[in-house]
């Protein structure tokens, strides 16, 4: 039958293209290695991870690795793959506190843009303009040196509540609990009173609350208590507390600040999107403009933008690899230590690559899960 | 489509695999201009004079020299800019022939980073800077200061191992470069910048007010400057080496730019040989048989180089009696092994 | 309504319309007086502009020698006229002779400040700009046609730049060689992809779609780096310049955000336009180059210019191989101890250039996108 015929033959072409193009990139990428490989050989140079193993034989300023003992802080003795570790904390370290500070100044940005304040306005446009159209890496420096490093030296720097603010760094007072079995009660409470707060426990908010308190109380007399470590100005640098550095808030205000701006224009925009009615119902019911806001536009601007916030999030990851101008121990920034104290740069970076496509991986796993969360069923 | 993918596929794996006859002297020969990396952030050593628009330095002039010995022109040198971090990359993927960037040398950067090292061309020591105003007097007060170095460079090591000796738990920040580094000890971010002492000297001098500054009198490591090729190219290896040996020679004898054709006449044959105007160094080493001429004469021995780069006439002067800079003869360590 | 009252109202309503926006108000404004009050005084009187002119020729063009500098004001001129085609594509002359008046004033205190010597070339320049534009407002086949002049150009640039060799370019002439290159390769390679994502055959599009994503995931900075070992590692026959293999890691990076504004065009093309082509006997081929490709080009132009907005904004990641682009030269300058006092000055300047640049090609696009949108109403 000539029908069935012409059609194995189609599918007999469909497959051979498949197959054809397949093969053809595989056997670029075979190529490509084999001369990555030549290449070495002609250098006396041998491909290999064993590096990942030896000692490092270098400090990094920050970082913690999680060993049978807990998490440490980086040394000179661990290994190579640990201060890669070390440098991925630091990495995820800035990336989320600033995933999370950009939504929010992003949002504040998105809606002065719109504000009925001139002022507001105009400087809104003005500070997102400034940001998209300068280079991140220069803005970075910016914030760094001019900014961050010039906060008074450690001995003449002011304490607020304990803190220290001062170029050598940022101390902040750590609560400290005791232990025993107080904490465990006290733990309980604070599940109990945050159940509270979903919804499906409205019902039942009394007797939770009462709950709450008691174990509280219960918890209390059981010896349990929170006190403040406060951080100490030493010669060189404070004892005690909270330690953040000047490369970490330098580089999160940057990152901060610059993907703030480009989430600021999605949400101006997806504001600017939302039906004009909308606006005039919530006005009609006799809402304040705040409330108009908060209660009706926003809810709806969320549901809308979070596949342009995933993509800034994206950037916002990547950008982390920036910290090395200002000496932020980054994974790139130690990838380029390890690389240079070993002279494997090409292990390297397919490692770091891997990392970055794992880290983008999970990022947009989480946005899709948020997407959906925030969805409608049913609404486009 | 396919078949051109399939050529170029195939042209890829055959250059691969011919690639290995020439060695990096016959490259440079026929290129005409020798790739040369230096630093250009280092005042003495690789610097770019931002209003002459020259590279300035002693590496860079021996990078001059080498492309006098070889070429016979000290102007066919195409300088790469290296950092401290791309360096060892640049050499080994061929980018540059080789690299004059103040690089330390030590027997885990000839094994595991697999480049060959030339003779030292200059001894320095890892050292301390730190502002007067902190009061420091020597490296041992500085237990839980912020201690700051570039990445890449081997006093990141060096510092590693101060703190194990001592005991300490220093931070230890690490930045792309001199500048940056400078900065941060400039803002009081850093107490005390490591790196060599002739760049901490170099900064001190250059800066706006020096008495600011104080280097600190101990060297935590001895911190010996040589150029390096690409492993395992013997002959291009051993050009380089007897080059460099050459300006020191050159020194030992006297010969200097100024002097050098008037030498070329005299009657000793020992001198002639070294010049390359009897015997057969340079063919044997594939070069022109003039190289030690060409070199001496365009750039001059090492002591003139020393002389121009950082001798007193220079804002970073770092004096060079007393200390293994010298000429052997005047109790240093620069000496050349025999010409015969 | 006197002009007055109109003043006033406008006030009332902007600023003081109620009272949390009049608090505003009231502590914004004095805030912003005093920082620009306390910029001025330190540019006019502390600071110590002659460091600025008297590196010029490095933070413009790098290690480029200075024999061979009346090329670099060739290719100015050249990529100036370029800049005034593309101008003439979204903007009317008219209007924005405001903007003339305040560049040439620029060049003007430039040659005021010291900077004499170069005020003949830099105004020269300039009239190339204006000269392309006029000429691209009454000549509507240049500016329709101004891929194939811009790929001309570049061309003609890299032509004109190469007896110098790649290793010397530098400065803000290496960070819009890198634009502009960068920006142009992207667009074929993006066209690829894009119908590469789309096409029938499964693998090539898994192929495609797989590039896309991986470049999209991984940082810029360790493409460019991964690039750059990589390349003497395959080729090493042929020695490639950091500069180009540079270009190469930002071409493939930028591709992929290229091909994904490509998409997004084709997504937009109507369906019916495919199945109206076809009707005709249309090759496949035909279809695509003639009926599909200009419309979705047509949407994806703010993307695009966007992206180039982005290359200018990241080029000063190639200091991580060494170049020396312009904000790396700035560096350079202070690297010099003499000039490390001069910090705030040449970061200004060079905030200020970004700023100055970054802004044009976002107020292009935008006029672009409004010209674009005007043409198909919905």
């Not at chain 1, 370290?93 to 600033?98: E, L, S, Y």
């Not at chain 2, 980073?113 to 502002?131: H, Q, S």
């Not at chain 3, 109202?9 to 902007?14: G, M």
């Not at chain 3, 504004?261 to 006997?281: H, M």
């Amino acid at each position: 039958m000539t029908v069935s015929n012409s059609l194995r033959w189609r599918r007999l072409r469909r497959t051979s293209v498949q197959v054809g193009v397949l093969g053809i990139a595989a056997l670029l990428l075979v190529l490509l290695g084999l001369a990555v490989r030549n290449g070495f050989a002609e250098r006396g140079v041998s491909f290999s991870f064993d590096f990942l193993w030896q000692r490092a034989g270098f400090e990094i300023s920050e970082g913690r690795v999680l060993t049978w003992s807990g998490f440490t802080s980086f040394g000179a003795d661990m290994a190579n793959w640990q201060a890669l570790a070390a440098g991925l904390g630091n990495t995820l370290k800035v990336a989320v506190v600033a995933v999370l500070l950009s939504t929010l100044l992003g949002v504040a940005l998105g809606v002065s843009r719109l504000s009925t304040n001139w002022l507001i306005r105009k400087l809104a446009f003005t500070a997102t303009e400034f940001l998209r159209n300068t280079p991140l890496l220069i803005q970075l420096t910016f914030w760094y040196v001019a900014v961050v490093l010039q906060l008074p030296g450690l001995r003449d720097a002011p304490h607020f509540w304990g803190a220290i603010i001062s170029r050598q760094g940022l101390w902040l007072p750590r609560p400290e609990f005791t232990s025993g079995p107080g904490l465990w009660l006290a733990l309980a409470a604070v599940v109990t009173l945050a159940l509270m707060l979903m919804r499906r426990f409205q019902p039942w908010r009394r007797h939770l609350a009462g709950a709450g308190v008691a174990l509280l109380a219960l918890a209390f007399v059981l010896g349990f208590r929170i006190h403040l470590d406060l951080p100490e100005a030493g010669r060189f640098r404070a004892s005690g507390g909270v330690a953040i550095s000047p490369e970490f808030t330098a580089l999160l205000i940057a990152l901060t600040a610059n993907t703030a701006a480009y989430i600021g224009e999605i949400i101006r925009g997806a504001i600017e999107a939302v039906p004009r009615g909308q606006w005039e119902a919530a006005d009609a019911i006799g809402l304040s403009r705040r409330h108009q806001l908060r209660e009706v536009i926003l809810p709806q601007v969320f549901r809308v933008v979070m596949p342009s916030l995933g993509n800034q999030y994206l950037n916002l990851a990547k950008n982390t690899s920036l910290g090395i101008a200002i000496g932020y121990p980054d994974l790139f920034n130690v990838y380029g230590t390890v690389s240079n104290q070993t002279g494997r740069s090409l292990e390297g970076v397919l490692i770091a690559m891997g990392i970055y496509l794992v880290l983008s991986w999970v990022i947009s796993l989480l946005v899709n899960v948020a997407n959906n969360r925030l969805k409608i069923p049913g609404v486009r | 489509m396919k078949k051109t993918i399939l050529a170029l596929g195939a042209t890829v794996s055959v250059m691969a695999a011919t690639s290995a006859g020439a060695g990096v002297l016959e490259t440079v020969v026929q290129r005409g201009t020798l790739n040369c990396g230096t630093d250009n952030t280092a005042p003495g050593f690789g610097y770019l004079n931002t209003t002459t628009g020259q590279m300035e330095g002693l590496d860079v002039d021996f990078c001059r020299a080498v492309a006098a010995a070889v070429l016979g022109d000290a102007t066919k040198v195409n300088f790469v800019n290296v950092t401290d971090k791309s360096r060892f990359t640049a050499v080994q993927t061929g980018q540059v022939d080789v690299v004059f960037a103040h690089t330390t040398l030590k027997p885990g950067r000839e094994s595991a980073i697999t480049v060959d090292f030339l003779p030292v061309n200059f001894w320095d020591g890892t050292g301390a800077m730190v502002k007067t105003e902190l009061g420091v007097e020597g490296i041992g007060d500085l237990d839980g200061a912020n201690l700051c170095t570039t990445q890449g460079s081997s006093t990141e090591a060096a510092l590693a191992n101060l703190l194990k000796a001592n005991g300490w738990s220093n931070q230890v920040l690490t930045y792309e470069n001199l500048e940056k580094l400078f900065g941060a000890l400039n803002s009081g971010r850093c107490d005390a910048m490591f790196t060599d002492k002739s760049a901490l000297a170099a900064w001190r001098a250059n800066s706006a007010n020096p008495a600011d500054y104080v280097v600190l009198p101990e060297i935590i490591e001895k911190s010996p400057f040589a150029g390096f090729v690409v492993a395992n190219d013997s002959r291009w290896r051993n050009a380089l080496r007897w080059i460099s040996y050459a300006l020191i020679e050159a020194e030992e004898r006297g010969i200097t730019s100024a002097n050098v054709e008037e030498t070329l006449k005299s009657e000793d044959p020992n001198t002639l040989m070294f010049l390359g105007a009897q015997g057969t160094f340079g063919a044997d080493f594939g070069i022109p048989a003039d190289f030690v001429t060409q070199a001496v004469k365009q750039v001059g021995n090492y002591g003139e180089i020393y002389e121009r780069n950082l001798g007193p006439d220079t804002t970073i002067f770092i004096d060079r009696k007393g200390t293994p800079n010298a000429l052997s003869k005047d109790g240093g360590a620069m000496i050349s092994p025999l010409w015969n | 309504m006197s002009p007055m009252q109109k003043k006033i109202r406008w006030l009332h309503v902007n600023l003081f319309a109620k009272p949390a926006d009049a608090l505003l108000t009231l502590v914004v404004v004095p805030l912003l007086l005093w920082a620009v009050w306390a910029f001025l005084s330190w540019a006019l009187t502390a600071a110590d502009w002659s460091v600025v002119f008297n590196s010029l020729k490095v933070l413009m063009t790098g290690t480029f020698p200075s024999s061979k500098l009346w090329l670099v004001w060739i290719v100015a001129g050249m990529i100036a006229a370029l800049a005034g085609l593309a101008t003439s594509a979204s903007i009317p002359f008219g209007r924005t002779a405001a903007v003339i008046a305040v560049l040439c004033y620029l060049v003007l205190v430039l040659a005021i400040f010291g900077a004499a010597h170069i005020a003949p070339q830099a105004l020269l320049v300039l009239a190339a700009f204006h000269a392309a534009w006029l000429i691209g407002l009454r000549v509507p086949v240049l500016r329709e046609n101004l891929a194939p002049i811009a790929f001309g150009t570049l061309i003609a640039v890299l032509v004109i730049l190469s007896p110098v060799g790649p290793s010397n370019w530098g400065g803000l002439l290496l960070s819009i060689l890198i634009t502009l290159t960068a920006a142009l390769l992207t667009i074929p390679l993006g066209i690829l992809l894009a119908f590469g994502r789309q096409s029938k055959i499964a693998s090539l599009r898994a192929l495609c779609t797989g590039y896309i994503e991986v470049m999209r995931s991984v940082p810029l900075i360790l493409v460019v780096f991964c690039i750059w070992v990589a390349f003497p590692l395959v080729l090493p026959k042929f020695p490639i310049p950091d500069v180009v293999r540079g270009l190469i890691g930002f071409t493939l990076f930028y591709s992929a955000y290229a091909a994904e504004f490509i998409r997004s065009g084709l997504q937009s093309v109507a369906k019916g336009q495919t199945e109206a082509a076809e009707s005709l006997g249309l090759s496949d081929f035909d279809l695509k180059r003639i009926v599909i490709l200009p419309q979705a080009l047509r949407v994806a132009v703010p993307g695009l210019v966007g992206n180039i907005l982005d290359i200018f904004n990241y080029a000063p990641l190639v200091f991580i191989i060494g170049l020396t682009d312009f904000l790396r030269a700035g560096q350079m300058i202070l690297a010099n101890p003499e000039n490390s006092a001069r910090t705030y000055e040449i970061y200004v300047f060079m905030f200020l250039t970004y700023f100055v640049v970054g802004s044009i090609i976002t107020f292009q696009a935008r006029r672009l996108e409004q010209k674009l949108n005007k043409g198909v109403r919905k």
